[in-house]
């Protein structure tokens, strides 16, 4: 379906992409600011293509980010890998269901979730700051397969908004990094994530693809600066950010299952 942009269009997807491929980078839920961007552009738009757009545009802010936090964090290859592959797959499933399961079912419960996040982060104010390397067991590690390689993955493709701060807290619950390193892993698995869903829209003809490479060339550079800002930065500020980007998510989900 041939999509006709005009100039104030343009400037709203541009600075939204570049925004979000920020938010992203740094703490995850550039969703929370995409997306939203794409329902005010085409508000009689089919969702499933307009999630298809944003994985597109996602895709290359995960990418980005990923490859800048790898050549200053460490990653743990071996937990990262299996990860991948399992989320890659998931996330394919969530994107095929995405038509048939509806989001505001699924809303209250990812509600749910965040406010649990938000209690965690809030009431540990040390929580992230520094590494915990004793909590890196075997059991551990499996726990973070299973939840980011499925549940995560799964949600990321169904619905997606929030998947980064989900991947996050889960690598600096479960394994002890620090706020940088959980978000140096996230990326990656979320690039999984994102390629995985893409596929799937992509084969059911739900990507517009000349908007979707436009914001991702905008997130691209958001990305970038907002992987560098949080290295530079460090966990105190990611801390900081993540508990504003789960405020708005909170507030925009509250809106979405109770007022509007």
Same mark, same amino acid.
């Given at each position: 379906?041939?999509?006709?942009?005009?100039?104030?269009?343009?400037?709203?997807?541009?600075?939204?992409?570049?925004?979000?491929?920020?938010?992203?980078?740094?703490?995850?839920?550039?969703?929370?600011?995409?997306?939203?961007?794409?329902?005010?552009?085409?508000?009689? *738009?089919?969702?499933?293509?307009?999630? =298809?757009?944003?994985?597109?545009?996602?895709?290359? =802010?995960?990418?980005?980010?990923?490859?800048?936090?790898?050549?200053?964090?460490?990653?743990?290859?071996?937990?990262?890998?299996?990860?991948?592959?399992?989320?890659?797959?998931?996330?394919?499933?969530?994107?095929?269901?995405?038509?048939?399961?509806?989001?505001?079912?699924?809303?209250?419960?990812?509600? *749910?979730?965040?406010?649990?996040?938000?209690?965690?982060?809030?009431?540990?104010?040390?929580?992230?700051?520094?590494?915990?390397?004793?909590?890196?067991?075997?059991?551990?590690?499996?726990?973070?397969?299973?939840?980011?390689?499925?549940?995560?993955?799964?949600?990321?493709?169904?619905?997606?908004?929030?998947? =980064?701060?989900?991947?996050?807290?889960?690598?600096?619950?479960?394994?002890?990094?620090?706020?940088?390193?959980?978000?140096?892993?996230?990326?990656?698995?979320?690039?999984?994530?994102?390629?995985?869903?893409?596929?799937?829209?992509?084969?059911? =003809?739900?990507?517009?693809?000349?908007?979707?490479?436009?914001?991702?060339?905008?997130?691209?550079?958001?990305?970038?600066?907002?992987?560098?800002?949080?290295?530079?930065?460090?966990?105190?500020?990611?801390?900081?950010?993540?508990?504003?980007?789960?405020?708005?998510?909170?507030?925009?989900?509250?809106?979405?299952?109770?007022? *509007?």
């Amino acid at each position: 379906m041939p999509v006709e942009l005009d100039a104030s269009l343009i400037a709203l997807l541009v600075t939204a992409a570049l925004f979000a491929g920020w938010i992203d980078a740094v703490v995850g839920g550039g969703g929370l600011v995409a997306l939203p961007a794409l329902l005010v552009a085409f508000p009689n *738009a089919p969702v499933a293509t307009l999630l =298809g757009t944003n994985k597109l545009a996602s895709v290359f =802010g995960t990418t980005t980010s990923s490859i800048a936090y790898a050549r200053k964090i460490k990653l743990d290859h071996r937990l990262l890998w299996p990860t991948m592959a399992i989320a890659l797959g998931a996330s394919g499933a969530g994107a095929a269901a995405a038509a048939a399961v509806s989001s505001e079912a699924l809303r209250p419960i990812i509600i *749910a979730v965040l406010m649990a996040v938000l209690i965690l982060v809030v009431s540990r104010p040390k929580f992230g700051l520094e590494p915990q390397p004793r909590l890196r067991t075997a059991w551990r590690a499996a726990a973070v397969m299973l939840a980011c390689g499925v549940a995560i993955a799964f949600y990321d493709g169904i619905i997606g908004p929030g998947t =980064g701060i989900f991947l996050a807290v889960a690598f600096t619950t479960l394994l002890g990094f620090d706020y940088v390193t959980a978000s140096a892993h996230t990326k990656v698995v979320n690039a999984a994530t994102n390629l995985g869903a893409l596929v799937v829209f992509a084969i059911q =003809g739900h990507v517009w693809w000349q908007v979707g490479v436009a914001m991702g060339l905008a997130t691209t550079a958001g990305a970038w600066f907002g992987a560098h800002t949080a290295m530079a930065k460090g966990s105190k500020f990611v801390r900081i950010v993540l508990v504003l980007v789960v405020t708005g998510l909170l507030a925009r989900l509250s809106w979405d299952v109770w007022i *509007a």
